[in-house]
């Protein structure tokens, strides 16, 4: 054959330009799209059909299906969707995928669209340089499109003509005349190129080429589409490896529902290829012919005469012209074939599996149980909802932050529920157990804090818009003032360790006085929780942080003014004044903290 080193170089340049092309556009998408897409993911509710529409809107709009059914992973591991949920997202995921095919197809194989490109990038260029963040994002996603076909145009180039290797067709008629074998191995390669490529799209768009060009009949193209659609598959399993049981179990959905797909579809695989190729033959030409009308052109025409008809030039010659006519005709009908074959298999096998989402539940809890260590590891020593290798679309993954972020501060109200028994008890040994519990809780609360702002870090690494790079550094304060909080939680434990330690114990009086501020510390810790849990918090619930802030120092200046007054009184030792009043600072300190999260989470919503 005819190919060398430095075609193949052009065919896989040729092949990342198409998938740069794919990710600019689809973080463009994302970026004018972001806010919309996490609203949909959050009022996701139990009713299927909604997931499946969910899953259709945003693999459309993400571009790729293999992205959705990650996020989609990483939502269900952090606890956003449920199984049963994320499955009707993910059968939508795949009727979403297809519209890429379609965009392709249409425009791809009928229009020239990369003689627009360079138009099209000058008129991206002043929406690029714009003030406006949201026509930044259609600059983006419109320099995006022009580079997704001139990829496709590249790649349509730099895939090998029959006419340069003729011998390429007896080697392929090996393969294409196997029968129903043939279809199995076909589908393998479908498979073996997405898991390789990564992007079902891509090998989609591969597979297209392939097929117009006449290096494989339509029959096996529609077989290696069945392959891609089990090898998009293998990168949300791989990525769920590190995740919670529910995650491994949406993963394994994914590969199951399409390889029951695949299943079902070989069973008719013939009669279903010929339904679709009649529909495409009934307005234009029958997409099953092209692979054979190559064969009989190179038996017919010199080498020369080939070239001249595979190209997009004008022919003088009235035999060469009909037949480049025929063959642009032919090519464009094997593109619309593939891409309706895409879509009526991925439509009907989701209106036939929606029905069972509850048996394909049941499936996967039996197929993947969890493991007896699991029950017994010890939650809080790590992140609950985050996992940085399922780190997907960067503009929805603060949804997992935020769940993430709530969880933390939950963690630290335990650790004031922990300081008021140290106050109350009388007991030595529940002194000791309930203060290592606040130590180890207070460590934890420092891994916590690295391990989300490093997520943060590795999030804003994407691209990301600019509403979306200030809530990430809203967060990554927002997990500061959290950490704080653990710190002076354990503060006051220490206080009043030290306090044992030195033999001084706190009177009926100042025992009381101090569980009446906790009380309104505690007050201001859960509205903090509240206001971190709500998905949109009002300018009210600033106000009601500072209203509690300001109950806490009036009550402060009181205890305080008081104290001095006892000590004149000579009520109590010195001795417990000193730990008495490091309490009370530290609890104001707790407030502070809490007031400055509630004013840095409604500061990102307003």
């Known amino acids: ?269 013939f009669p279903f290829t010929n339904f679709v190729a009649d529909i495409v033959a009934k307005s234009g030409t029958d997409p099953r012919l092209l692979f054979s009308y190559i064969g009989e052109l190179s038996n017919t025409y010199s080498p020369s005469d080939l070239a001249l008809i595979t190209s997009h030039s004008s022919l003088a010659n009235a035999n060469l012209q009909m037949a480049q006519e025929q063959l642009l005709s032919m090519a464009g009908s094997i593109s619309v074939g593939l891409a309706l074959f895409h879509t009526f298999f991925n439509v009907a096998n989701v209106l036939i599996m929606v029905w069972f989402v509850n048996v394909y539940v049941y499936i996967c809890e039996r197929v993947i149980r969890p493991r007896k260590s699991q029950t017994e590891e010890r939650p809080e020593t790590h992140l609950q909802f985050l996992s940085s290798r399922m780190l997907s679309t960067s503009e929805l993954s603060l949804l997992q932050v935020h769940k993430e972020i709530a969880s933390y501060g939950r963690r630290t109200l335990d650790m004031l529920e922990m300081d008021k028994t140290l106050i109350v008890t009388k007991d030595k040994e529940e002194f000791e157990q309930v203060f290592n519990r606040i130590e180890k809780f207070e460590n934890i609360c420092d891994r916590v804090e690295v391990e989300i702002v490093n997520y943060l870090n590795k999030l804003s690494d994407g691209d990301l818009s600019s509403e979306t790079k200030e809530e990430v550094r809203i967060m990554m304060r927002v997990a500061t003032e959290i950490e704080s909080l653990g710190d002076t939680s354990f503060n006051i434990a220490r206080t009043l360790k030290k306090q044992g330690l030195n033999g001084c114990t706190f009177s009926p009086q100042l025992e009381e006085q101090l569980l009446q501020l906790h009380d309104i510390v505690m007050r201001s810790a859960k509205h903090m929780v509240e206001v971190l849990e709500i998905s949109n918090p009002t300018a009210d619930a600033v106000h009601k942080a500072y209203n509690i802030e300001n109950e806490i120092d009036h009550k402060r200046d009181f205890l305080k003014a008081k104290n001095m007054q006892d000590l004149d009184n000579h009520v109590y030792p010195y001795q417990e004044s000193v730990y008495y009043l490091d309490v009370i600072d530290e609890y104001e300190h707790f407030g502070d903290y809490a007031l400055n999260v509630v004013q840095a989470v409604v500061e990102k919503k307003v």
């Not at 997931?51 to 790729?64: K, N």
């Not at 269900?76 to 949920?85: M, T």
């Not at 029968?179 to 199995?184: E, K, N, R, W």
């Not at 768009?205 to 529609?222: H, N, V």
Request: hydrophobic fraction near 55%; charge should be positive.
């Open 1 to 269: 054959m005819e190919y060398g080193v430095w075609d193949l170089i052009r065919l896989i340049g040729s092949l990342g330009l198409f998938l740069y092309g794919m990710k600019v556009m689809s973080e463009g998408l994302q970026k004018v799209a972001g806010d919309r897409m996490r609203s949909i993911l959050s009022a996701m509710t139990s009713n299927r059909f909604l997931g499946v529409f969910t899953g259709i809107l945003v693999t459309a709009l993400v571009q790729s299906s293999s992205a959705t059914t990650l996020m989609t992973v990483s939502f269900v591991n952090a606890g956003l969707l449920n199984l049963a949920q994320s499955i009707s997202v993910i059968m939508g995921a795949n009727i979403g995928t297809t519209v890429t095919a379609w965009i392709i197809s249409l425009l791809g194989f009928k229009v020239d669209i990369s003689a627009f490109a360079i138009p099209l990038f000058a008129a991206a260029i002043p929406l690029i340089f714009s003030k406006r963040t949201k026509w930044n994002s259609w600059g983006e996603f419109v320099i995006g499109f022009s580079l997704l076909f001139l990829g496709l145009q590249f790649l349509k180039s730099s895939m090998p003509d029959l006419q340069s290797n003729p011998d390429a067709l007896a080697f392929l008629q090996k393969y294409t005349n196997m029968g129903f074998m043939s279809v199995l191995i076909f589908l393998f390669i479908g498979a073996v190129m997405t898991v390789v490529v990564q992007s079902s799209s891509a090998t989609v768009a591969i597979t297209l080429i392939m097929c117009s060009k006449g290096w494989i009949p339509f029959e096996m193209a529609t077989a290696m589409i069945l392959g891609e659609n089990i090898g998009t598959t293998i990168t949300a399993n791989l990525a769920a490896l590190n995740a919670n049981v529910v995650a491994k179990r949406t993963a394994f959905s994914h590969f199951l529902f399409n390889i029951l797909g695949v299943t079902w579809i070989l069973c008719i695989f």
